[in-house]
């Protein structure tokens, strides 16, 4: 056993325990970890070598962290009243890391890319997550109809009633997405008609009719509400879509011939 390989599967663990927070208590998620970290041991030690080439093969046998979550424990998320059993997110989970362990670039690029955490690079090392451009990139180039469909949400905040219409059509794009799973999907709809419900009930003005009052609080402060619920949408629907599109891009470069690298 080396130091480099046991670090490997250490960063391994770490993000698979980040990606599990939410998903399961914290009793079960250390179950967990301790099968996960088992079954890397057992394989390591029917390995000819421990090598960190060897290490580095196990661990992509696996998936990524985001990858073995999501195939293991689907539809496993918390509901609401068991978020009390969830200890509070540590505040270095989010910290950028040191330049020495693949942190966020300094200078032009640093701004561009803006800090995240570390993720496990199996070609080789660490890097820093991709910033936002890298995931915009990423999503057109794998999920185009879920970058369709954010645009088309983004579009009906600031315009008002005139494009509020393209909400309809950005809601189609998200119902019909394989990315998004049903409680993204739950929240994209129910967010902005909410909020919708809630800038109608504000609106201050007169009307005789129910009618009429439905009308113009619609088109004074319902769009309004509509269009910062969809901003809340977009910002919960764009980091998944960007997570799925950087596992799509990591399987597409690990299904590459070595050559083509």
């Known amino acids: 056993m080396t130091q480099r390989s046991e670090q490997l599967v250490l960063d391994y663990l770490s993000e698979v325990g980040l990606v599990l927070h939410g998903r399961l208590t914290a009793r079960e998620r250390t179950a967990y970890l301790t099968s996960v970290r088992a079954r890397i041991d057992a394989r390591r030690a029917a390995a000819p070598d421990d090598g960190v080439d060897a290490v580095r093969g196990i661990l992509l046998s696996f998936g990524s962290p985001q990858d073995l979550v999501e195939r293991e424990l689907a539809g496993r998320d918390l509901d609401i009243e068991d978020e009390e059993l969830i200890p509070p997110k540590p505040r270095h989970a ?51 109809g879920e970058l369709v469909a954010l645009a088309l949400l983004l579009a009906t905040a600031p315009w008002g009633w005139g494009l ?41 003005g007169e009307a005789d009719f129910v009618d009429q009052y439905i009308q113009r609080s619609l088109a004074d402060y319902g769009v309004i509400g509509l269009g910062l619920g969809s901003l809340l949408s977009v910002g919960c629907l764009y980091p998944r879509a960007a997570r799925s599109a950087r596992a799509a891009e990591r399987r597409r470069a690990s299904s590459r011939p070595a050559g083509h690298r």
Request: proline share 9%; net charge positive; glycine share 14%.
């Open 164 to 204: 509020s219409f393209l909400w309809v059509l950005g809601i189609t794009f998200v119902l019909l997405s394989r990315v998004w799973g049903v409680r993204d999907k739950w929240v994209a709809v129910l967010v902005p008609l909410l909020a919708c419900l809630a800038g109608m009930v504000l609106w201050n």
């Open 94 to 144: 989010d910290r950028p890391p040191p330049p020495w362990r693949g942190g966020p670039s300094s200078g032009i690029m640093g701004l561009l890319e803006g800090p995240g955490r570390t993720e496990m690079r199996l070609e080789g090392g660490a890097r820093s997550e991709a910033g936002v451009l890298r995931g915009i990139v990423l999503c057109l180039r794998h999920h185009p």
